[in-house]
């Protein structure tokens, strides 16, 4: 089983990028090889880690739309063992160019494919949406990892994005699992912070980390200085808590072993459904969606 990690949320600025920035720097300091693949056209991956957005020849639009591979696009990061597919405005047009093509929901699968052995990790930033993009990256993952912000709407559009979860599995990549739930942003002095840890506890149980990310202003400080935080401030509370995820993801995962996942996983085309299913808006998390028990 391989080892390519979707952060996915539809839900905007939920800490997708922040969790993914950092882990994977956490990972790399610790001595894994690690690739961050920024699918997101705002690049918030791509400049967090210090690379220029707009001077990128061979981006992740490159990768899906047009001829290149992975290798063309990798670009190395001033943390060692971190590299980096990076993003720009550009891959806002892929998701028109992406309906045409063949095979559209395996075409980042298939690049991975090729150079997931040399990596121990793939992180995949996910954009916020549910579009082509988002689904190139489920498909090409073994772990869906879902960062939620401890707030009031927290759990809403939960049951569109399990919904989404469940649809991709069920047709497109039975191998795809829930890796983890990453709580962000919590003040945990708050009865409210305590509360929606609570309730996303008792619904993904252990597939909560029990890492808590708390709400530290260096989180979202280091990206202007082109820095995951746990490089850019090692000690603050936020990066300390990165850390701390970092060693869960060890524990969780393992450290080494890259490998794209089964190769017999369904390679069919997606149903019509899987689109205007995935795309509705709901606004409120509906049980039956998530088919479990009241969030
Ligand atoms: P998008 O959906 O737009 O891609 P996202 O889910 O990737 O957003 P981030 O970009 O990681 O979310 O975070 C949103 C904003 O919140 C950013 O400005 C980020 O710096 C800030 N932020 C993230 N985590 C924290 C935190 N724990 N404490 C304070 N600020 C944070
Ligand atoms: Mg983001």
Avoid: W
Avoid at 25 to 46: E, H, I, M, P, R
Avoid at 143 to 168: F, K, R
Avoid at 175 to 189: F, K, P, Q
Avoid at 217 to 235: H, I, Q, R, W
């Amino acid at each position: 089983m391989g080892s390519i990690y979707s952060f996915f949320n539809q839900k905007g600025g939920v800490g997708k990028t922040t969790s993914a920035i950092n882990v994977a720097a956490v990972l790399a300091q610790s001595g894994c090889k690690v690739l961050l693949v920024d699918l997101d056209s705002q690049g918030n991956a791509t400049s967090g880690v210090g690379i220029e957005k707009n001077e990128n020849e061979s981006t992740a639009y490159q990768l899906l739309v047009e001829n290149s591979e992975v290798s063309d696009c990798v670009k190395e990061t001033a943390v060692g063992n971190l590299f980096v597919v990076p993003s720009n405005a550009h891959l806002s047009g892929a998701e028109m160019h992406l309906i045409n093509l063949e095979k559209r929901e395996f075409i980042l699968r298939e690049k991975l494919k090729k150079i997931s052995n040399d990596y121990d990790y793939i992180f995949l930033d996910c954009p916020p949406s549910l579009g082509l993009v988002s689904i190139n990256a489920l498909t090409a993952s073994s772990y869906i990892i879902i960062p939620l912000q401890c707030e009031y709407y927290a759990l809403e559009g939960l049951g569109q994005l399990l919904n989404t979860y469940q649809l991709v599995k069920t047709n497109l990549s039975a191998s795809l699992e829930l890796g983890g739930v990453i709580l962000t942003m919590a003040d945990i002095r708050t009865k409210l912070t305590q509360q929606v840890i609570e309730e996303v506890k008792n619904y993904f149980k252990e597939k909560v980390f029990s890492t808590v990310i708390p709400r530290s202003v260096k989180l979202s400080e280091a990206p202007s200085f082109g820095k995951p935080a746990v490089t850019y401030d090692p000690s603050s509370r936020g990066s300390q808590a990165y850390f701390a995820l970092g060693k869960e993801f060890i524990e969780r995962f393992g450290s080494v072993g890259a490998s794209l996942k089964n190769e017999s996983a369904a390679e069919t085309t997606a149903p019509a459904s899987i689109y205007s299913e995935t795309n509705v808006a709901r606004e409120q998390v509906s049980t039956e969606q998530a088919g479990q028990t009241p969030l």
